[in-house]
């Protein structure tokens, strides 16, 4: 797939225009087929009990509402800092939307099975790569010189540690949840509300330069 | 994610329509999915009988989706009134996409259980969210003056009034529905279709200025 | 939601173009969502009997995919005509995509009950519907002079007939399926192929001018 | 549907992009549809047996998003060089989406099934039939003279051959099913991977005239 070379974004506004659409149609899709996690009790059942049983699910579909929020303000802000585009980056950007597809199907599964190592080391490694593959996507667009030429300098402020956030707390929390599962879960939440903060305060900064 | 500054729209033109184009992907996608309420009937099942028992459903569908038509409305009517973005702003619209994915299985649940209680409430509380989170990001949007300045003076006339009928129906069905789960039902349609009327009157009269 | 006075289509191109990529979205969601009419036959039924159970579904899969890319054509050159849109407009292109977003659904019973005389109906009505609301849609657009000058004169050979086939054909089936379910779905086919060309000719002739 | 003459896609830029954005959404939800092979195992079951059973879904998933990737890049490219665009194409279009849609279904097939000759088989024809289509519209484009000019007579090496590893890969595995299953499959894996060098190779060498 690395049929591209370099390619100027306002030449093929056109083409890069549909690489974004494509991602965000698929971020889209993938949001919204979070809610497929709930279930309408069966007819038989009782309703509240139901309902009741589901409350792991609204967990897991916060949390992941959440994260795919989050990884879609970085895609967006990284694509919106890029002038060009590679076959690179576009394979990379594939490889990153297969994991994004997955989400639902694994937030599904921590909403069921929460309580189980396998499912939360899943769900941890389906956002850990996530966080990875954008980190990755990044760096090759900054050392590609991908990016607009006034942000080169403006990296390690720009997008440089908080990109690295996401997949050091997840990938961080697969050796936690071989101690304790409720702990690797509970450090999801923590990181992620620090990494906002982190995110938040560096971001700032050069707002004031 | 309170990681932009005030960003203008002219300048960013494609991060701004990604915004929206990103929202009317969740819209598009949740609308649409309520079509997954509907079941085709089990090979077993006599089938007038198996539609019959979806009419319920029907219900719920022209329900979920007219207010899900005019919020939709109202998101377009909000988005082009803006001249620049911020982060907040970002925040605030995945906050209101969040609840708007909800949407098909709360109308599902409705479908099926509109009779019970607390299939009401939950499905009076998304929508009211839906219609709080949508004022209060009017009401930022014009304190924060990310709006035209042109619209700044027309506030009420453009969008005050009718951008409170949705949180207050379905906030003030809640209550309706602890005595009589019909009563609030009803309560949706007649606030609904007077919150039109109210709406093209208000939005009928700067036309004619 | 007659809320807009007529807008032109120029000044407000991120507002007209919002409208055309929602029905867009829409569109592709349930034209994409015909294929959850297939099922992977379950792990202990015969394989092969559970995919020639599947004939059905695929034929109604093939004509309800061509009546959705037709629909989306008319739909495509209705809204590339138009130099204006009013909330009227906007209101009727709501209406249109919820028979839309039925399709999937109705496209599924016809396809495992198609010789049931209650589920070709159902599946006539929605897609008669469609047709309508595209007939009154183009009708509105015309006698409203949204659409571009120089189209007002040729408003026979543009869009005329062609517009009326696919509500003729599927009205025109209700009585006939009364008399005999498999005539009237033999009827769409001819009618959708017939109307096909008269498309095809009339729209040729302009062309020639 | 052949009711456009030629049309030239500057002077039509919504109609063309309308087009464009309508396949790029279908792309999007046929790819994120591919997570519905994925099934949470029920409650009863055992979860890590549950998940173990769907490693085939996981290769199945690998395979169909690396082909639809593939593809995307390939229907990406193919409308990058379009100067002009007409009804034949729109058809061709929408034949290349009906069968871009039946991908999730065929995928879950072999996913499921991927030891049986049958579901090989169908899925070989699903994808072939993709290739077949896409080479045979980007011929029509040349043909017909729809792409730039200054792409007429880089023809062979834009986009010739790689447009026919697909079909051929595909429908060269139907024989090879017949005689081995397993086999088929390997060389779908072989041939994308070779097709992927093949189509680099080619790719790299005009962008060094």
Redesign the interface.
């Known amino acids: 797939?690395?049929?591209?070379?370099k390619l100027d974004r306002k030449e093929?506004e056109?083409?890069f225009?549909?690489?974004?659409?494509?991602s965000?149609?698929?971020?889209?899709?993938?949001?919204?087929?979070?809610?497929l996690s709930?279930e309408?009790p069966g007819?038989g059942a009782q309703?509240?009990q139901g309902?009741e049983k589901q409350l792991p699910d609204l967990l897991a579909?916060?949390l992941s509402?959440a994260v795919l929020?989050?990884v879609?303000?970085f895609h967006?802000?990284l694509?919106?800092a890029l002038d060009q585009f590679d076959g690179r980056l576009?394979a990379l950007n594939?490889l990153y939307?297969?994991f994004i597809?997955?989400v639902?199907?694994t937030s599904?599964?921590i909403g069921?099975?929460g309580n189980?190592r396998?499912?939360a080391i899943?769900y941890a490694v389906n956002m850990g790569v996530v966080g990875l593959v954008g980190a990755v996507m990044l760096e090759y667009a900054f050392r590609a010189e991908l990016v607009r030429p006034a942000l080169l300098e403006r990296r390690f402020y720009y997008v440089g540690p908080p990109a690295w956030v996401l997949p050091v707390a997840f990938f961080g929390s697969i050796p936690v949840a071989f101690l304790d599962v409720q702990a690797a879960e509970v450090m999801w939440l923590i990181v992620f509300v620090l990494g906002?903060l982190l995110?938040?305060a560096l971001?700032?900064r050069p707002?004031s330069d």
């Open positions: 797939m690395h049929t591209y070379g093929l056109v083409e225009s549909r690489i974004v659409a494509f965000d149609g698929v971020f889209a899709i993938a949001i919204t087929l979070l809610v709930f309408v007819s309703l509240e309902l579909f916060v509402f929020a989050r879609w303000v967006h802000r694509f919106g576009i594939f939307l297969a597809i997955l639902p199907f599904d599964l069921e099975y189980e396998i499912a899943i906002g995110s938040s971001a700032r707002a």
